[in-house]
Every structure is written in structure tokens, then in C-alpha cells.
Nanobody, 116 residues
Framework: QVQLVESGGGLVQPGGSLRLSCAAS???????MGWYRQAPGQRELVAAI??????NYARSVAGRFTISRDNAKNTVYLQMNSLKPEDTAVYYC????????????WGQGTQVTVSS
């Protein structure tokens, strides 16, 4: 079992920045880590980073958001720059270890609101 706790959300003006953190209760080695978001509607993938460090991004955030991981601290980050009102959502952290025979875990989410 892996508990994930997100932090760093809040209210920010358009064009501003936020850094989200996701702290895991145990090692995230062998887990692909991802950030998802959900506004009214479906949950969508924002960014994901493999255990080896390769990352992929949703087209809507590419060039503005950066995902990173620190395996020594069991933590994943999402640096969000040039925020837009359409980035407003609840952001969820995910740890997917199914490809290595482990589980799939979600955090409780953190609200990000982009508004003037």
C-alpha cells in the first residue's frame, strides 16, 4: 500500500506559477508517477514520468508544466508556469506500479484555481 499526499495547490492569477508536490509513504522506485486533473467532467492525464525519468505531457500543458521526481525523497513534483484559467481543476497524484506487479494508487487531490 502506498499513501500519496498532494500539496501546493491554491489560488493564482493568470500567468502565475505554482509547484505541486506529491509525497509518498514508501519508495516510488518501480512506479510510474503521474499527475492528473479533473474539472467538471473526466479526469485527464496532465503529465507522467517513468522510473527512468522519461516524461510525457498533455498537449495543453506542454512547454508550461514540468514533472520531476526525487526517488530519494519519495516525492514527485509538478512545476506549473504561465497558468491559464482553463488549468483550474483538482490535481491528483498517481503511482502506477502495475507493470512491475505492484498496485495503482491515488492521492486525495489538491485544488488549483487560476483566476483574477
Amino acid at each position: 500500500q502506498v499513501q500519496l499526499v498532494e500539496s501546493g495547490g491554491g489560488l493564482v492569477q493568470p500567468g502565475g506559477s505554482l509547484r505541486l508536490s506529491c509525497a509518498a509513504s514508501r519508495s516510488i522506485v518501480s512506479y510510474a508517477m503521474g499527475w492528473y486533473r479533473q474539472a467538471p467532467g473526466q479526469r485527464e492525464l496532465v503529465a507522467a514520468i517513468a522510473d527512468g525519468g522519461s516524461a510525457n505531457y498533455a498537449r495543453s500543458v506542454a512547454g508550461r508544466f514540468t514533472i520531476s521526481r526525487d526517488n530519494a525523497k519519495n516525492t514527485v513534483y509538478l512545476q506549473m508556469n504561465s497558468l491559464k484559467p482553463e488549468d483550474t481543476a483538482v490535481y491528483y497524484c498517481n503511482a502506477d506500479g502495475r507493470y512491475s506487479g505492484k498496485g495503482d494508487y491515488w492521492g486525495q487531490g489538491t485544488q488549483v484555481t487560476v483566476s483574477s
